[in-house]
C-alpha cells in the first residue's frame, strides 16, 4: 500500500500541472488522495486479522477452520478493489478530456490545411491562463460523459458501503460467537472472538465517513451540472 501512495505522487503531479481541465477537477483528485490516505491508514488494524482471531478450541486446525468460515468473504482486498474502481472513475474524464482536445486539434490542423472558408470549428475548450478548460456549455457530450463519471463515482461507493456494512461490520461482534464446526473431523462446537474489535469498527467508520462525503459531494455535483448545463439551455 505504501508503494501505491507512493506512485499516485506523479499522477497528483500530473493533475496539478497538466494542460487541460475542467470543472471540479482540483477536487475530484483531492477526495481520492483522502480517500487513498484513509484507506492506507484504516487497514493497519486489519493486518493481523489471523493472530486476532482466538477460539476456545486450542486446536490449530480447528481455529483456522472457523476463522476461514467466520471472514468468508475478503475484508482489505475488496477495499483495495473498489478503491481502483474509483480510480478509474476518475481517469474516465481524463481521458475524455485528452481526446477532446486531441480531436479539435486535428480538425483545426485540418481547416488551417485546406483554407476553407467554412465557418471555423466549434471548439468546446475555453483557455485560462494558459491551461485548455473544457466549456461544459459548448459540448452536451462533454456533459453526458461528466455526468457518467460522477454517477459511476456514486455506484462505486455504494458499493463500498454496501461491503462495509453487510460483510464487514458483522464480523466484529463484541460477544464471542458460536463456531459450527461439527463437519470438520475432530472439531466440536466451540466460541470465539475477534481482538481489537473496537480498533477494526472505528477503522470502517472512518471508511463510512469518506464514502459519504464522496456520495454527496459526487451528488450536489450531479445536481448543479444537470441544472447548469443542460436545464439551463
Sequence with gaps: MAAIVTGLIPILRTAVDSTAT????????????IRLVTVFLAQFPW?????????????TFCTKACFN?????????????LFILLVLSVLLMELFSSHLRSSFQKKREKEMASQSEQ????????TVGGRMMIDLHK???????????????????LLFVYVLFFWVLPKLDEEPFPCHAQTLGNCSVQHCVV???AEKRMSVYA??????????????????SIGHYLCSG
Design 22 to 33: 475542467y470543472k471540479g477537477r482540483t477536487m475530484w483528485f483531492g477526495l481520492l488522495c
Design 47 to 59: 493486518k493481523s486479522l489471523n493472530e486476532d482471531f482466538d477460539c476456545s478450541n486450542r486446536n
Design 69 to 81: 468460515k467466520h471472514f468468508d468473504n475478503s475484508v482489505v482486498m475488496a477495499w483495495h478493489f
Design 119 to 126: 465557418g471555423a470549428v466549434t471548439d468546446p475548450t475555453t
Design 139 to 157: 459540448s452536451k457530450s462533454s456533459v453526458a460523459v461528466y455526468l457518467f463519471s460522477i454517477v459511476l463515482r456514486i455506484a462505486v461507493e
Design 195 to 197: 481482538r481489537g474489535a
Design 207 to 224: 471508511l463510512l465517513f469518506m464514502s459519504a462525503l464522496v456520495i454527496i459531494t459526487s451528488g450536489l455535483f450531479c445536481l448543479y
